[in-house]
């Protein structure tokens, strides 16, 4: 009986170790608990503060439910959360630029000498060793000569309208104070208006001052041609190739597209005046008030195939014209 007390005795003291050691236990699981949760409510405020962007006040997240578990700790550790990046504030609109913001100036200058390469200098009475009736600047007696000095300004003003003006100040002045003319003035070239009549700019109207669409070598720009000047036989029929009036021009889609490969590839072309196209102008010519109120008639057309690698293009124009030409007075005798 002695035996099997001291038996019951110790194993009573044994109890009574283990309970302080398994309250300890369970005093760590809760302390690990409310971390978890601690965690978890940081979690959810971060998350919070990051999605609300434009929103300065702050954000009260929805806290999870804590454990039953009541905690047997007296105190707990303070939690720090971190503020969030304040969200960058919405780039402003772009604004849109005004009309004459959206124009671009280019130009360019072409200068000329004139000499003979073989043959007398001089011709007999009456006649000019070297001459052009559209060109005064080519002379027996001249030498260097300004033949253009040119000025753009350009642009598309909306998605509709586009516009475009060019003066020259090569231009010659004759019958002033002297006798002998005078360089380097001013002179109006091109002064119009393309207006679109689709958003595929495949039909416009163009308004004002512009080239005649008669001749292939009179379109093209004189930046793009290899020569400085034109021959006499098709310049003749438009001289300054500009007149003042009215054009409508179509360009379908597929030949757009085969210019804009050409041009891509360096191409020197005539300009973008249409496949199809028809004006009406007074046909007095450059810079002339008009004389009988009759209007000069135009129609083009033209059209690029591609063979290949190649292209060829076929193309034709006609013009029917009154003109009232220009008299001088008789030089008086001397």
């Given at each position: 009986?002695?035996?099997?007390?001291?038996?019951?005795?110790?194993?009573?003291?044994?109890?009574?170790?283990?309970?302080?050691?398994?309250?300890?236990?369970?005093?760590?699981?809760?302390?690990?608990?409310?971390?978890?949760?601690?965690?978890?409510?940081?979690?959810?405020?971060?998350?919070?503060?990051?999605?609300?962007?434009?929103?300065?006040?702050?954000?009260?997240?929805?806290?999870?439910?804590?454990?039953?578990?009541?905690?047997?700790?007296?105190?707990?550790?303070?939690?720090?959360?971190?503020?969030?990046?304040?969200?960058?504030?919405?780039?402003?609109?772009?604004?849109?630029?005004?009309?004459?913001?959206?124009?671009?100036?280019?130009?360019?200058t072409q200068m000329r000498y004139n000499a003979f390469l073989s043959g007398d200098d001089t011709?007999?009475?009456?006649?000019?060793?070297?001459?052009?009736?559209?060109?005064?600047?080519?002379?027996?007696?001249?030498?260097?000569?300004?033949?253009?000095?040119?000025?753009?300004?350009?642009?598309?003003?909306?998605?509709?309208?586009?516009?475009?003006?060019?003066?020259?100040?090569?231009?010659?002045?004759?019958?002033?104070?002297?006798?002998?003319?005078?360089?380097?003035?001013?002179?109006?070239?091109?002064?119009?208006?393309?207006?679109?009549?689709?958003?595929?700019?495949?039909?416009?109207?163009?308004?004002?001052?512009?080239?005649?669409?008669?001749?292939?070598?009179?379109?093209?720009?004189?930046?793009?041609?290899?020569?400085?000047?034109?021959?006499?036989?098709?310049?003749?029929?438009?001289?300054?190739?500009?007149?003042?009036?009215?054009?409508?021009?179509?360009?379908?889609?597929?030949?757009?597209?085969?210019?804009?490969?050409?041009?891509?590839?360096?191409?020197?072309?005539?300009?973008?005046?249409?496949?199809?196209?028809?004006?009406?102008?007074?046909?007095?010519?450059?810079?002339?008030?008009?004389?009988?109120?009759?209007?000069?008639?135009?129609?083009?057309?033209?059209?690029?195939?591609?063979?290949?690698?190649?292209?060829?293009?076929?193309?034709?124009?006609?013009?029917?014209?009154?003109?009232?030409?220009?008299?001088?007075?008789?030089?008086?005798?001397?």
């Open positions: 009986m002695i035996g099997s007390k001291h038996i019951q005795t110790g194993l009573a003291v044994s109890l009574l170790a283990l309970m302080p050691q398994a309250a300890q236990a369970q005093t760590v699981e809760q302390l690990q608990t409310q971390i978890d949760e601690l965690k978890a409510q940081v979690q959810a405020l971060v998350s919070a503060l990051a999605a609300s962007k434009n929103q300065a006040a702050p954000v009260v997240a929805q806290v999870p439910p804590q454990s039953a578990t009541p905690a047997t700790t007296s105190s707990t550790a303070p939690v720090v959360l971190a503020s969030a990046p304040t969200a960058a504030p919405a780039a402003a609109p772009a604004k849109s630029k005004a009309w004459y913001e959206k124009l671009s100036l280019r130009g360019y011709a007999p009475a009456g006649m000019s060793r070297l001459r052009s009736v559209h060109d005064s600047g080519i002379s027996d007696r001249g030498s260097f000569s300004l033949r253009r000095v040119r000025l753009v300004i350009q642009g598309d003003i909306s998605d509709r309208v586009s516009l475009y003006l060019q003066p020259d100040f090569a231009t010659a002045v004759s019958n002033q104070a002297g006798t002998e003319r005078r360089e380097g003035f001013g002179q109006l070239r091109d002064a119009y208006a393309d207006v679109f009549l689709d958003k595929a700019k495949t039909v416009r109207m163009r308004f004002g001052q512009s080239k005649v669409p008669y001749g292939w070598e009179n379109m093209q720009s004189s930046s793009n041609r290899l020569t400085l000047d034109r021959s006499d036989a098709i310049n003749s029929a438009v001289p300054g190739e500009r007149d003042l009036g009215v054009v409508a021009y179509y360009t379908p889609p597929a030949v757009q597209k085969i210019w804009d490969d050409l041009a891509h590839d360096g191409q020197k072309l005539f300009g973008n005046y249409g496949a199809f196209g028809f004006g009406v102008f007074n046909g007095q010519g450059i810079n002339k008030t008009e004389q009988n109120r009759g209007l000069m008639k135009v129609a083009l057309a033209t059209w690029p195939f591609e063979i290949g690698d190649q292209v060829v293009e076929f193309g034709g124009s006609a013009m029917l014209n009154d003109v009232q030409p220009e008299l001088r007075p008789a030089a008086s005798a001397r």
